[in-house]
């Protein structure tokens, strides 16, 4: 069966510092991978999707980049956190071009920016 | 720009209260509609709509699609405090690459 990992659970970063999130997809290939970000507890907005390794596309400028170095691995980054990346992050994997039940998401980065 | 607004943003019930969360779309392209349960961390899913009209059921939820009007229902009845989360509405569109847009969800609060 198909799992998700994604970590650290939780991150408290100073402003300035840079920002490394993994997440990882076991049991399956050539996943489409998403990462998320969820504001305050309301709606998600999609950050980064990728239908591929080394194919990355981004929904919204901003102060992150995504990497995808392996098939299953989808990495979010950052060089320089601002107060205002503060935020829940998530990953997500859906099968390629099924019609399937929707994404599979990870557990979720809580990250503070102090 | 694709569009998804949810209401109410928040509502506050007792058990055994029947609850409607609505979901109207504005998507490219729209293939189908997903509902998602949040609670502490990552949403779980709940239903995935396709047709219009046709009534999704899992035990006391239940959720129904109108294409034409653009919109979506979720029911909850016979409400239970573990009922408590956000309700997530996703429509899915786009590109073959399944990108889902949300929209801001409803904080469901059933004290007992």
């Known amino acids: 069966s198909q799992t998700i990992h994604q970590w650290p659970a939780t991150l408290v970063q100073p402003v300035g510092s840079p920002l490394s999130l993994e997440c990882t997809v076991e049991?399956?290939?050539?996943?489409?991978l998403y990462w998320y970000r969820q504001a305050a507890g309301r709606g998600l907005q999609l950050l980064f999707y990728?239908?591929?390794?080394?194919?990355i596309s981004s929904e919204v400028p901003q102060n992150l980049s995504a990497s995808r170095p392996q098939d299953r691995q989808f990495i979010l980054s950052s060089k320089k956190l601002l107060l205002s990346d503060s935020g829940f992050y998530l990953c997500?994997?859906?099968?390629?071009?099924?019609?399937?039940?929707?994404?599979?998401f990870g557990s979720g980065t809580r990250l503070t920016v102090v | 720009e694709d569009k998804v607004v949810q209401s109410p943003l928040s509502l506050v019930v007792h058990e055994g209260d029947t609850v409607t969360l609505n979901c109207s779309y504005e998507?490219?392209?729209?293939?189908?509609l997903l509902w998602y349960k949040q609670e502490k961390k990552a949403p779980t899913f709940l239903f995935m709509l396709?047709?219009?009209?046709i009534e999704k059921k899992s035990g006391r939820l239940s959720s129904i699609l109108d294409k034409k009007e653009l919109f979506s229902i979720l029911n909850i009845t016979a409400t239970q405090t573990g009922d408590s989360a956000i309700y997530l509405c996703?429509?899915?569109?786009?590109?073959?690459?399944?990108?889902?847009?949300f929209g801001q969800g409803t904080i469901l609060t059933v004290h007992p």
């Open positions: 396709t047709s219009s009209g």
């Open positions: 990728s239908v591929g390794i080394g194919q």
């Open positions: 997500a994997w859906r099968e390629a071009g099924v019609r399937s039940r929707g994404y599979t």
């Open positions: 998507v490219t392209n729209f293939r189908s």
């Open positions: 996703a429509p899915a569109g786009g590109t073959s690459y399944g990108k889902l847009t």
């Open positions: 049991g399956t290939s050539n996943p489409n």
